[in-house]
């Protein structure tokens, strides 16, 4: 296939793309920009692009957040109009944090009355009193409200270790979750004797921090001897993300990955939220060191109204 034909803004535009992006990747990604351009140029019946619609191609194969760190670069108002102007720390503090709820339409129906179910949630922000826990309370009081029972496990109190993929667990009647003894031990029985399951992270460096990560990973012992799942379906999830960036979809890539994680566990999330602008002065908290989500309590309701509906709805 011959590359698309572009406008002189148009490959000034690539040129420099391409040199925002590491040389490793920059080959695959001209790649990838140039045929999704060349099925955009189709649609629209246009033999040159312009640098809007290559502009338009590349914000389909980056993520997200690439958008963000684009605007910031090449825009020379969008600091001012994206992310305040850091005059002082009212501008930085007032800038919204946003929530986003994404539901799975039609959920899976609930065998159960909400009371008759049990919900675990898993907090895995390394902050005590964080935006995570701060969201992952107010999902638990939904859920408390709607008359289930509530666990939270706070990845930070637990001596977790990694993965060290052993595969004992795979073993033909290995009768242990893990051959691992930590705290993981008295969870993996919580998991499967929980309805449902809420996971809060903060994104660090672009993907989920480290303390859920080794969560995750420890939950390869519920793929057992011969690639068996071992959880039966039936289980819902309800996931938060949550990120500096003010953009409400920046990381939706690393929530969907969780999101794909469980679902190898047959654990069905039925609803997602991202929160983004979690900002704040130091990396989501404020100049007393609160968690910056407590300056929104309207939006901080979203999460209630979630963890209500991960039972009832
Ligand atoms: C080490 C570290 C790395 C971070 N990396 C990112 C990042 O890559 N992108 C982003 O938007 N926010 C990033 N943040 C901001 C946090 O994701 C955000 O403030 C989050 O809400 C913190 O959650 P917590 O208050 O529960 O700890 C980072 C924060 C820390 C401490």
Redesign the pocket.
């Known amino acids: 296939m011959t590359d698309p034909l572009l406008t002189k803004d148009g490959q000034e535009l690539l040129d420099s793309i391409l040199s925002m992006r590491p040389a490793v990747m920059r080959e695959d990604r001209k790649k990838r920009y140039l045929r999704i351009l060349s099925l955009l140029m189709n649609e629209q019946g246009c033999n040159e692009a312009r640098k809007e619609l290559l502009l338009e191609a590349v914000f389909m194969v980056e993520p997200k957040v690439f958008e963000f760190s684009y605007k910031m670069r090449h825009d020379p108002d969008a600091r001012e109009k994206i992310w305040p102007k850091y005059v002082d720390v009212e501008a930085y503090l007032s800038t919204p944090i946003l929530v986003k709820r994404w539901k799975s339409f039609p959920a899976s129906k609930l065998a159960k009355r909400p009371d008759q179910m049990k919900v675990i949630a898993v907090c895995a922000?390394?902050?005590k009193g964080?935006?995570?826990?701060v969201l992952i309370d107010e999902a638990l009081h939904g859920v408390a409200d709607a008359g289930a029972g509530v666990e939270k496990i706070t990845l930070r109190r637990m001596k977790i270790g990694f993965c060290i993929g052993c595969m004992k667990c795979k073993d033909e009647g290995f009768d242990l979750w893990c051959a691992r003894k930590d705290d993981m031990t008295d969870i993996f029985p919580k998991i499967v004797d929980a309805d449902a399951i809420i996971i809060g992270f903060?994104?660090?460096?672009?993907r989920e921090c480290g303390q859920l990560a080794t969560f995750m990973d420890r939950l390869n012992c519920f793929e057992r001897f011969k690639f068996r799942v071992a959880l039966e379906p039936g289980r819902r999830a309800l996931v938060i993300g949550?990120?500096?960036?003010p953009k409400v979809d920046?990381?939706d890539h690393v929530i969907e990955n969780i999101i794909l994680t469980l679902n190898e566990h047959q654990i069905e999330t039925v609803e997602a939220i991202s929160v983004g602008g979690?900002?704040g002065v130091y990396?989501?908290?404020d100049d007393n060191k609160k968690?910056i989500a407590l300056r929104f309590p309207g939006e901080v309701e979203k999460v209630y109204q979630a963890g209500r509906s991960l039972v009832t709805g």
């Open positions: 922000s390394p902050r964080g935006n995570n826990e903060p994104v660090y460096w672009g949550t990120w500096g960036v920046a990381y979690l900002e990396y989501g908290v968690a």
